[in-house]
């Protein structure tokens, strides 16, 4: 299969405007990203074959290897002999979670297309349930967790980030809504179309608009190994989605800036009043102290919110490829 061309804003439009006749496409892609998951891969492999022999769909499975450092890529190769039906995209390095689905995405052909996680945590058995919202014609069906099996302190911060990323996103990013879905293909094509590098896949995916409805299920627990998202990995996702999404943060230095301003001016005026009526000079050297440092803080913090968005305009700038691929299945 040949590469895809070069997007730019000239061809953007050409692009949007040819869709490639679906003859002889598999009727579901799912979507798998794998950071060393070895323990899993098996599982998962006879697992999901067994959900979708159920579903009785013409299907791919498309994993994408983001870079694994275990028996991984091996146990894929293997898998890859063995079943027609699957196709591996290696990554050269570790380039992250929502850019493996990205590439994922951009390799599969079905009409229909999952994206789950390699671990179990989305159970294939429920499958069915999202396939049947499609055929009833929604364009994007996305879980929705009822139930977190992952400690409090976890669940509190992922509650605590949809909740404010809700109120502060210029989309509307549904609550509690994960990667875990079935998207159309013609959402799939317009997602793989975006040409932004920084790729924070839930919510592009409910940037797109079209018809969209949540399906809840029930999260289960890793079935093998430790989740491969660090604390690090995390917070710069939690990050991505803010600031791609959000001016907020830039709003909030500025009302800063100009309510420390107002209260500084109250507080020369009143040592000028107080200088002017009773004469006494200003004599708080602590109070200075502290009032420098409080607003280097401030400045420091704001120079760093502005660094936020110039280094993502930087990255985007740059136009380097999103990722890149040692090898990939042919078909
Ligand atoms: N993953 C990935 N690249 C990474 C980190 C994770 O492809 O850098 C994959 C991982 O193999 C899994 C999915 O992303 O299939 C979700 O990762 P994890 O289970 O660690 O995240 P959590 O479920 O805790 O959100
Ligand atoms: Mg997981």
Redesign the pocket.
Known sequence: EGERPVLTPANFAAMMGQAEPSNGRPELSVI??????AENLPTLHGRLTRALVNLGMEYEIVLVD?GSQDESPEILRRMEAEDQRIVIVEFAR?F??QV?ISAGLEHSRGRAVCIM???L?DPPEVLHLFLAKWREGWDVVYAVRTERKEWWGKRLAYAAFYRLLQRVANIEIPLDAGDFCVMDRKVVDMLVRMPERNRFVRGIRSWVGFKQIGVPYERQA?HAGV???TFS?LIYLALDGLVSFSHMPLRVITVLGFTVSFLSFLVALFYVIKKLTIGVGVAGFTTLVVSIFFLAGIQLMTIGVIGEYIGRISDEVKHRPLYVARRVTRR
């Open positions: 798998i990203p794998v950071f060393n998951e983001d570790n992250g979670h493996a996680d390699a671990d945590q890793r989740p491969k998202y990995k």
